[in-house]
T-cell receptor
Framework: GESVGLHLPTLSVQEGDNSIINCAYS??????FIWYKQESGKGPQFIID?????DKRQGQRVTVLLNKTVKHLSLQIAATQPGDSAVYFC???????????FGAGTTVTVRA | GAVVSQHPSWVICKSGTSVKIECRSL??????MFWYRQFPKQSLMLMAT?????????EQGVEKDKFLINHASLTLSTLTVTSAHPEDSSFYIC?????????????FGPGTRLTVL
């Protein structure tokens, strides 16, 4: 079946260090992935996306890597800041119905 | 741009009553809106897809008679939780898919916290 999931439920990182959040997917036909950040009591906030014809995409302090061979997605946050503390979700967009399937989420806590 | 609002942001109601939650796209038109439910420390689960001018489609296990969806215009969708019970207490989030630009993009609302006593 189709599923999008995260490897680690929690991540504690020292302020200024880099963070890496991982995600696995099972549908090899998936062609569009998105990372969202959700702060407590708020809706998901778009961070970055990537299509299956790319291996890497960079934004401001964030990089998404896609490894189609092992069906793995990762989000890298450079120089993690206290404001980066949140739950991060990967999501996969259905190609026919535009439905988003969310992974379980990784809680990132930044230590001062 | 691309702002989605929800109203109310939180609501407390008695068991057995109905609650209506509004989702609005403020600066764009959306043919499709999605409703999600999120329980504490869990992920977002899609409940239904709301299409303007047509009936909503519900995900498996979601009762359509309990969660009434009306997509009255290209900027407004409502979710009514009928005869609410404590187990319906959750965080309800909507998203809207824009007509313009990249159709893959969905914009999320800030969520509505429902507590049923």
């Amino acid at each position: 079946g189709e599923s999008v999931g995260l490897h680690l439920p929690t991540l504690s990182v020292q302020e200024g260090d880099n963070s890496i959040i991982n995600c696995a997917y099972s549908n090899s036909a998936s062609d569009y992935f998105i990372w969202y950040k959700q702060e407590s009591g708020k809706g998901p906030q778009f961070i970055i996306d990537i299509r299956s014809n790319m291996d890497k995409r960079q934004g401001q302090r964030v990089t998404v890597l896609l490894n189609k061979t092992v069906k793995h997605l990762s989000l890298q946050i450079a120089a993690t800041q206290p404001g980066d503390s949140a739950v991060y979700f990967c999501a996969e967009l259905g190609s026919n119905d535009y439905k988003l399937s969310f992974g379980a989420g990784t809680t990132v806590t930044v230590r001062a | 741009g691309a702002v989605v609002s929800q109203h109310p942001s939180w609501v407390i109601c008695k068991s057995g009553t109905s609650v209506k939650i509004e989702c609005r796209s403020l600066d764009f038109q959306a043919t499709t809106m999605f409703w999600y439910r999120q329980f504490p420390k869990q992920s977002l689960m899609l409940m239904a897809t709301s299409n303007e001018g047509s009936k909503a489609t519900y995900e498996q296990g979601v009762e359509k008679d309990k969660f009434l969806i009306n997509h009255a215009s290209l900027t407004l969708s409502t979710l009514t939780v009928t005869s609410a019970h404590p187990e319906d207490s959750s965080f309800y989030i909507c998203s809207a898919r824009s007509l313009a630009g990249a159709s893959d993009t969905q914009y999320f609302g800030p969520g509505t916290r429902l507590t049923v006593l």
